[in-house]
């Protein structure tokens, strides 16, 4: 009888990660949750208890962090993934008020994973022992596949070019020009994975997302006026939109961005073309448009909008983005596939969390 496989989550406590969590503890995989954070202590801590069976993630979690090279490489060392899903990270809005925290966690967390995926393939197999058993790890048992997200923010504005009202869709050969440190991480991020996949064979694989919504509360993220509007709808409460009205980036449901990260962690190696692929799911609404969206089910919602200084990072990424490759590649396809649809499903997801 196959094993399940073993997926190494860091930073399980935060958006991405508890729901990333939540989908492989369903898929019967053996899951090691890692944060910075007791997992009480973490954004994703209601969610997990609520929806997780029987705590069953709970005698997992390591608390870790990823900027302690020697801790990261004991963690690896010690629980041989055939998966590191690599979610640790400050988001775009808090890394412009914390630039030098940002680059530490983003980048230099980065390399101490990859470090200490290096640190395996120099050892040899019969030197490496798990502290969770004995069982066999196959002939890939050093070397664990590394699945990152990146980012829309790793684009900027073309040369000439003075916001993305212009209009310019973004391809994985599209020019970077990130005008915050967030986006300056997820570049150096991508480039960092492609050099350790060159010299040190890393099986490297990353996804560029859009914006991202799911029912929980904003957490600092550049996007999250449009997670902001859903937020206060469920709450029978107004909203203050922090851009204008016409701007318009893409966005996904979380559900198909941990869709997404699976299907590319479990996809052929041979048939990937890429280190980093754009993803999208349905053609970029507008702040507008997402609100017109939320009144068709709810006609009392109000919004004001009130741009402040994270409008300039929304308005140099891109209104769209290329997924073509991965379409190609490993064969991504979104679930919810419209705003409507996405509208629907937040704010019944909203309803049933408030209960």
């Not at 709970?58 to 963690?75: I, K």
Request: proline share 6%; aromatic share 8%.
């Amino acid at each position: 009888m196959s094993r399940p496989q073993r997926a190494l989550v860091l930073g399980a406590g935060g958006q991405v990660g508890g729901d990333l969590l939540l989908e492989l503890l369903a898929a019967n995989a053996d899951v090691i949750p890692v944060d910075q954070l007791p997992a009480e202590s973490t954004n994703a801590y209601k969610k997990l208890t609520q929806l997780a069976p029987n705590d069953s993630w709970s005698p997992n979690w390591e608390q870790v962090d990823v900027t302690d090279a020697a801790a990261v490489a004991d963690l690896v060392a010690r629980t041989r993934p055939d998966v590191i899903y690599h979610l640790a990270a400050v988001l775009s809005a808090a890394g412009e008020a914390h630039t030098g925290l940002c680059w530490t966690i983003n980048v230099d967390g980065r390399r101490n994973v990859l470090d200490a995926i290096v640190g395996l393939q120099d050892r040899p197999p019969n030197a490496i022992r798990s502290d969770r058993g004995d069982d066999e790890r196959g002939a890939n048992a050093a070397s664990p596949t590394l699945v990152w997200p990146s980012s829309i923010a790793a684009f900027g504005l073309p040369p000439g070019a003075a916001s993305s009202a212009d209009g310019y869709t973004a391809t994985e050969e599209w020019p970077f020009f990130p005008i915050t440190m967030y986006g300056v991480t997820k570049v150096a991020g991508e480039k960092l994975g492609e050099y350790y996949a060159r010299r040190s064979k890393v099986d490297f694989r990353s996804i560029r997302f859009p914006g991202l919504i799911s029912s929980v509360e904003p957490s600092g993220g550049s996007s999250d006026y449009a997670n902001e509007m859903y937020f206060r709808a469920s709450h029978a409460e107004p909203a203050e939109c922090f851009v204008q009205r016409q701007a318009r980036i893409p966005f996904m449901h979380m559900d198909d961005a941990i869709s997404a990260l699976l299907q590319l962690a479990a996809a052929d190696r041979d048939r990937l073309t890429h280190s980093t692929y754009n993803i999208t799911a349905f053609p970029a609404p507008s702040a507008m448009e997402m609100v017109a969206s939320i009144q068709r089910r709810m006609l009392d919602f109000c919004v004001t909008y009130e741009p402040d200084g994270r409008e300039v990072n929304v308005l140099s990424w891109p209104n769209e983005l290329d997924d073509s490759a991965a379409r190609t590649d490993w064969g991504w396809l979104p679930e919810i596939d419209s705003l409507d649809n996405m509208t629907d499903k937040l704010l019944a997801e909203f309803s049933a969390a408030r209960r």
